[in-house]
């Protein structure tokens, strides 16, 4: 009797060598970090680890502009997912060289942090890098962990609140569009 099943494998690294993380210091000193340390846009990477904290996965999820940078939580969880990595860390730049994480910045990172359990994929920390310094958002405490007692409520109320921030971002850019047609079509007829 031959039995006919398939085995899944692992997806293949996307880094060239084998990079163990010990340390935050570890993970500021990788090349794909240190490229956007001075960068004078928001640059958010993503890095997968297994959970011998060996990277999996590098890569850039999101460019912003020189004081934000907004990201689809979905493209961290399907890159989480996509890449095997059973760890996260997530790392940024503040082109101001303000090392202090913003609301946003806590509020994001404790959003993935509840879906990702939910996945049972672990967020270790969020690196926030300026020109010359860092901060750990997990030795700052700004990463919240208890979030045990019922994770999928807690994740649906997550996204409904990352929602309303976009809604109310798309209101105002809208608003700005409507107010420079109205100026525009002033300034037309003043012709």
Sequence with gaps: MDINFKVLTKTEKNIDEEIKVLSTKDIVNLKQVQAIRNAIKEHLL?????????IRDISILGIGSSCEISIDTKDIIRTAL???????????????NNTE?????????????????VFNIQLLDHVIVTEKEYISMEQMEKIT?????NPI??????????????LKKEIQELKEKLEEKEYNSDFELEI
């Design 153 to 166: 409520d807690k994740m649906s109320k997550g996204l409904l609140i990352e929602e309303n921030q976009k």
């Design 46 to 54: 993503f890095i997968g680890l297994d959970r011998g904290n060996n």
């Design 101 to 117: 994480p913003s609301s946003s910045d806590i509020h994001i990172t404790n959003v993935v942090n509840q879906i990702l359990k």
């Design 82 to 96: 996509f890449s095997c990595s059973d760890r996260v860390i997530l790392v940024h730049n503040h082109p101001s």
């Design 145 to 149: 962990r208890d979030y045990y007692d």
